[in-house]
């Protein structure tokens, strides 16, 4: 699978979306149950049938954590392109 370029970076998709589920309860209940559909209406724009998308929501008795993608052995450009963050390697 290719990586995605996000039209707007990552993290601010990310505040985005769980200051919405937090606000709005309908839309917590659709980025649950069909994350594709409630992402696409945060970034305004279908996802490449080939991305995957899931949503794992935390409970007192589950913790969870993201690992990021292993950027070990690719370019930068390539590290940009699979992170979303164009801003690797300019500080």
Known sequence: MGAYHYPVPRDDIERRVVQRAT??????RLLLDDPRRALEQVVGVAL??????????ETPDRLVIVLPVDLSGIS???????????T???T
Not at 48 to 57: D, K, N
Not at 76 to 86: S, W
């Open 88 to 90: 690797l390697g300019t």
């Open 23 to 28: 606000e709005d309860e309908a839309f917590r």
């Open 48 to 57: 490449p049938a080939q991305l995957e998308v899931q949503v794992v929501e």
């Open 76 to 86: 930068l450009v390539a590290a940009r392109v699979a992170t979303g963050d164009y």
